[in-house]
């Protein structure tokens, strides 16, 4: 009906990464995660209210075009949310994805690519809160926004998307609560964002976050500037995670640049370093991606990726990949893409 | 396509209860069954077979806008059928609404709110069957339904949609199956109606109905009245539980008022008594609503309820709730409803 | 939006099989598969890319009638697939049918019917793959394509779409791996169809491929020819499963017609015979079915059945459904079925 639009994302592809274990075998696959954007299904509809206010809503699945299996381990695991938008902004209550997500989508030349910081910070991605409250404003250049969750991951099945801390504990104002803010300041040529996330655990989180005292908090900040036909964006991700095991801290540092060859190809190009607080295991990222616009609703790309992991690190280049420990992984991923 | 039409609901909100636990702690929460409905995701059609017969088919899907999980613990939880409508009534096959879900439409003001008799009975607003043969037919002011069901629920995974009862069981007729029955008179000032529901059991089916033998009775009858603007509505259910622990009987008796205060502002109210029999393990439920309609799609509501258990009931006030056994409970609901 | 086609097959009925059991007990159910056709909802797309060349979605969720169930333990179980569409045939990348599944299209009188040879082998309209480069190519009367799976089924849930073998494995190129190919040559008055399809094992796969060396193997033959308003077909599916506990081998004959005995009404009939090399364990299927076209969308149909087991046979004549070994097991099937 006119009410409803139903849309998605079609991203699927090969991709082949080498020292996947400690042996150094390599693999080949048809990713799961993402190829350059996460596949997704969705509904999502507006109704005007008058006086500029409308009602909105949506209902965003993810899933792995590789096996059919839906995301997040949920059925609307991308987003489902209603609300209301008017001059003052949006807000919205539901499962919905927070200011950790939105505050890189301009400086992040990359996006959640195979081969991205995602693969570094699997949150990033994934940066969404069920049970929250969001609002989000943009004011001239100025866009502000926050959400409040009251139980931040209903889902126990584990990884990103199943960190088992569902919350609204009676009696405990602090497990699973989660609170991010940003600020942003965006112009065409240039902008700077700034956001600050902050989640706290209870008994059998993931992630060493326990206990209503445990929290893992990220604040980031970055910028991007177009120079002619380029646009170059960088930033730097701080993670400190109070677990059970102690303090955790780390810097994630990333810059890259957007360039279009040609009319239909684009070059984007990506460094990334993570830096482990007190520790060796530090990795750095470098990927390379063409993409070729067969419209504007459809393009193939190929991506070059390589990430380096010192000491024990064992990062992998590929969005929920294996590699061994310390090891260099290498990685080439070719796909399709296609809106609709 | 213009062969089906993609429907729904969203309705999500805040809730706060007290005395949620034995040390009547409360909780602040994004409830996850509902608001003052329901949230869903339907696909449905008719296609006009000539001679004023009908194809239908729905597909519904229920979430929780909290998490985005789906609902009844199964894809299509609200409903999955096909069936043929002619003026004759209609007939479906699937799994769907059975008559106890029919019953009480008009009768009960309140619906499936959050704060309801639904909190008291959470079968009422998960009144489907399984593998069911379903009738309805008006004639003029007269309404008469039936389902029949060869096996009432296949879902094992707890709650009241998920009873562990797939019934289909080789040589044994009973095992499972579900019959029920409506007979409703209806006119625009005024009506009654009534229902017939008799579920069986089998081995490790839920609510003590672990065989054949066993089963859960639910009889109801209601009216509603219109006087001027008002509408009044009043009932009663009663159950009779053949577990394998013994008897267990229980009246729920209910009456309310849907009065719109002004044109965009409606107010229900109601109050509910559960009596079980033999037993001081008693609840009464008040509970109002102010609703005001942002438009015909969408509105905002505030609730209020309060519900009292004496003796040992634990019935909470929100549907899915806890409740210290033997606590009165109060709670407030602000919330958001949208249709597409 | 005018970019996605949603659309479907709902199909369910009621069913009666005898002998279901070593007892000799007979059920009455809805059945959960299939009733002439198993249900669906599909989202699918094409765009044009200009030079005749098309970029092509699709995401199909099967799903029991019976009890709102998604199908294929998973979301998207029937297809999830993106891909590109030209003169040169069609490619494309995900979870999708592979050429054993589109082989028997036009020989099989029967399609997937509650009763007909997917009883006798389940894999026929399951056979699918995940993580799969398909291909497919129509040029004049010859058709050709083929499916290379990296890992051919990441569900562990058990049944033919849940066999535990999700492959990509590092450093074992054989692992889950799966390879298919047809070969066609299809007038409107005749045609033949030949196919080959094996598939690897690994670590805690099902039916016995317990390694990558294990496989299982299925050549199809098969053809048609139209006398008249007639339509015969027959084939052969031969099989050849290379277990951990060692080789078995089978053939499976199946002949069939299909008769408009008027405009609206089709009789269909098919007669079938597995032949389990080196074992007693035959099995011999009679089906007929009769369909009353409501419409073009909408039909009616009854099928008899019987399927005659020898020896330990136990295949069931219902697709899903169990009979005692070695036992004859009659059948009768009434649905209604809905295309959108």
Chains 1, 2, 3 share one sequence.
Do not use: W
Request: aromatic letters at 8%.
């Amino acid at each position: 009906q006119s009410n409803v639009a139903v849309y998605g994302v079609l991203d699927s592809g090969i991709a082949y990464t080498t020292n996947t274990n400690a042996a150094g075998a390599g693999v080949t696959k048809i990713p799961t995660l993402t190829g350059s954007l996460p596949s997704r299904l969705g509904f999502r509809g507006t109704e005007d209210l008058g006086d500029g206010l409308q009602a909105i809503f949506t209902l965003e699945t993810g899933l792995g075009v590789d096996t059919g299996n839906m995301g997040q381990n949920r059925l609307f695991g991308r987003q489902a949310s209603v609300g209301l938008k008017g001059s003052y902004g949006q807000i919205a209550l539901g499962r919905q994805v927070n200011m950790t997500f939105l505050a890189t989508q301009k400086a992040d030349v990359m996006g959640p690519n195979l081969f991205s910081i995602s693969s570094i910070d699997l949150y990033l991605p994934n940066a969404r809160s069920d049970n929250s409250i969001f609002y989000f404003g943009r004011f001239r250049n100025v866009s502000v926004g926050a959400t409040y969750s009251l139980g931040r991951d209903s889902s126990a099945a584990g990884g990103p998307a199943g960190t088992n801390c569902a919350g609204e504990v009676a009696g405990n104002a602090k497990a699973c609560r989660q609170v991010t803010g940003l600020l942003a300041y965006e112009t065409e040529p240039y902008g700077v964002s700034a956001s600050y996330d902050i989640m706290y655990g209870n008994a059998g989180a993931a992630g060493g976050l326990t206990s209503a005292d445990n929290s893992d908090k990220r604040v980031t900040l970055n910028g991007y500037v177009k120079l002619g036909e380029a646009r170059l964006g960088a930033g730097v991700i701080e993670r400190s995670t109070r677990a059970a095991t102690g303090l955790q801290q780390s810097d994630l540092y990333y810059c890259g640049i957007s360039y279009p060859l040609q009319p239909l190809l684009t070059l984007d190009a990506q460094l990334a370093r993570k830096d482990q607080k007190g520790s060796d295991a530090d990795a750095t990222l470098l990927v390379a991606r063409l993409t070729y616009h067969l419209s504007k609703r459809t393009a193939t790309y190929a991506s070059l990726g390589r990430m380096q992991n010192s000491g024990a690190s064992a990062i992998a280049l590929d969005a929920g990949g294996t590699v061994g420990a310390g090891k260099t992984q290498n990685g080439l991923s070719l796909g399709l893409r296609h809106f609709f």
